[in-house]
C-alpha cells in the first residue's frame, strides 16, 4: 500500500517548496544549540512555528520540550511523529557559515535537522488536511542524549495518548543521500548507564598492607568487567561494557580511598540486558568485598533494545518506494549504540529510519559526536516527503 499517484505528485511538489523553509528553520536552530533539559529557546522557537501553522498546543510536565497536535478533516486514528531537540557538549569545527554561536555547544547528531523535518512534516499536513483521517501528535523530545532521557517524561505527559503508530527518523552519515535505512525488529542497543563509586581507605604509598587501595580495586572490577562480555555473553549475541571516565587519587605516594568510574553496557537483546546488569552487580560487588573495599552502584539509564515494528516498516519502505525508488531503500545492520526512542515503542507500534545524509563532496561522511559532523540539507527533503507520505498513508486506514 502506498499513497494515490495524484497525492504523490502533490505531496512531492510541495516537499520541494518546503526545503528552503526547512533549511531556513534547521540553520538557526544549529547556531543555537541548546544541552539536555536547557532547551529553553529552542522550545520557545518551535512552539511559535508550531502556532503559527495553526498547531494545538498540548500541556506537559516538562519545562523545555513541545507536544502539539494537527486533526485531519476527517475522523481516525492517531499517529505520532517524534524529534529529539538536544544538542552535546562539543565545540564545532565545520567552518560553516551557519556554524554554532555557542562555544562548546554543537548539534553534532543532527537533531537540528530531525526538528526541521518534524517541522516541514507538520507544514506540509496542514497542506493535505482534507486528505487527512485522523489526527498527528508531533513529539518535540528534550534530553534524549543526556540520560535517564526525555522520553519516559514525554509518554508520561501523555505523549502516547491513543497513539496506534510512531514514527521517527535518524540523520545517518554512512548512508547515502537519497537513501534511507530499514530494519525490522531489533535495530539498536539497550542502555544500561551505571555509575560506580569505590571506596578504600587511604594511607602512605610506601604501606600499602595498611591500607585498601580504591586504584586496584578499579582496576580489578575494570578488567573482570571485560571477562563479563568474552566469557560469561553468547558470543554470536552482541554486548559490550566499556567505562568513558575514571577519577580517583590525590598524589603519587598515597593510597587512593575513593575512584569514580562511569560506564556503559549494551545488548541487543532484553534477555541479555538483565543479565547483563545482574552480572556487572554481581562481579563489582564481590570483588570490592573480596578487597575490603565498598561499592556504591547507581544506575543513570536503562533504555530498552529499539525493535521496530514490521508493520511499521512496511509503510515506510511501500511509500519510499512508491516516491522514490526501492533500490535506495538499504537493510539496515543492528547497532549497539542507543535510543530512547525505544521507548515509544514499548508501548506502541513504530520504526525509526535511518535518513541517507552522507555527500563526500561536501564532507557530510563524518561520524555522529563529531566536532566536523555535517549533513547534506537536500536529505529533508527526502525525510519530509516520506514522513508525510507514511502519515497519510496509515491514516487513510493501512492498518493491517
Known sequence: MSIPADLRVALLEKAEQTLPLEIKWRRHLHQYPELSLEEFKTTAFLKKQVRQMGLRILPIKLKTGVLAELKGNHPGKTIAIRADIDALPVTEMTGLSFKSRKEGYMHACGHDAHMAVALGTASMLTKFK?????????????????????ARPMIASGALKNVSMIFALHVNPQVSLGKIGLRDGASMGSVIDFNLIIHGRGGHAARPHTSVDA????????????????REIDPIDPAVISFGTIEGGAARNTVCDLVKLNGTARALTPVTAGRLKRLIRRT???????????????????????????????????????LFSKRNIVEAEPVLGGEDFACYLEKTRGALFWLGVQNKKIKADQPWHSPRFMIDEKAMFYGT????????????GNDK
Open 284 to 322: 563489582v560487588t564481590n570483588i570490592c568485598r573480596a578487597r575490603g573495599a565498598r561499592v556504591e552502584m547507581n544506575l543513570i539509564a536503562d533504555y530498552p533494545v529499539l525493535v521496530n515494528h514490521p508493520q511499521a516498516n512496511r509503510i515506510l519502505a511501500d511509500n519510499f518506494s512508491s
Open 130 to 150: 482534507d486528505r487527512l483521517h485522523g489526527a498527528v501528535r508531533f513529539i518535540f523530545q528534550p534530553a534524549e542524549e543526556m540520560p535517564p532521557g526525555g
Open 215 to 230: 586504584i586496584v580495586v578499579a582496576a580489578e572490577v575494570i578488567d573482570s568487567l571485560q571477562k563479563v562480555v568474552s
Open 385 to 396: 516527503s516520506l514522513m508525510t507520505a507514511s502519515v497519510l498513508d496509515y491514516l487513510k
